[in-house]
């Protein structure tokens, strides 16, 4: 089944992630697929806030490729970026596995770069910038 969520600006960013956590409150592994500028960081923090984590502590893992934050009731949640991963193995090494099999929240920027290692149960989201600004995310289930 298709899904699709219009963000209106980021004054409609907080809805909209509150919107995405429940039509997706079981999946644990989401992979987001967009263009450079087209919000996979902004949207990942809105949803990060949405699980409870602190305002000031959500930050880009562009240089750290993973950021590890604490939701409610002190539970994990993991932001990947692979944008600077060229070879699988670099994945591999930070213990990817380990991460997607902890049962955790895993919310991954540039996924097309580690395709390989994603399991099947990854929801796979695209977000699009629409010609008015707008960002549309879009998923099937």
């Not at 990942?44 to 930050?59: K, N, P, Q, Y």
């Not at 934050?69 to 699988?88: A, C, M, V």
């Not at 895993?106 to 580690?114: A, K, S, V």
Request: hydrophobic share 35%.
């Amino acid at each position: 089944m298709e899904h699709s969520i219009t963000i209106e600006g980021l004054s409609g960013i907080g809805a909209g992630a509150k919107r995405f956590l429940e039509e997706t409150e079981d999946r644990k592994i989401v992979a987001f697929y967009g263009s450079m500028g087209a919000g996979k960081t902004t949207f990942i923090t809105a949803l990060c806030h949405e699980l409870g984590v602190r305002e000031d502590a959500v930050s880009s893992p562009t240089f750290a490729i993973v950021n590890e934050y604490r939701g409610k009731g002190g539970g994990s949640i993991f932001h990947f970026d692979f944008y600077r991963i060229n070879r699988l193995s670099e994945a591999l090494d930070i213990g990817f596995y380990d991460y997607i099999d902890s049962g955790c929240p895993c919310l991954i920027e540039w996924p097309g770069n580690i395709e390989g290692l994603l399991p099947e149960e990854t929801l796979r989201v695209r977000i699009s910038v629409l010609d008015n600004g707008s960002r549309q995310l879009s998923w099937e289930d």
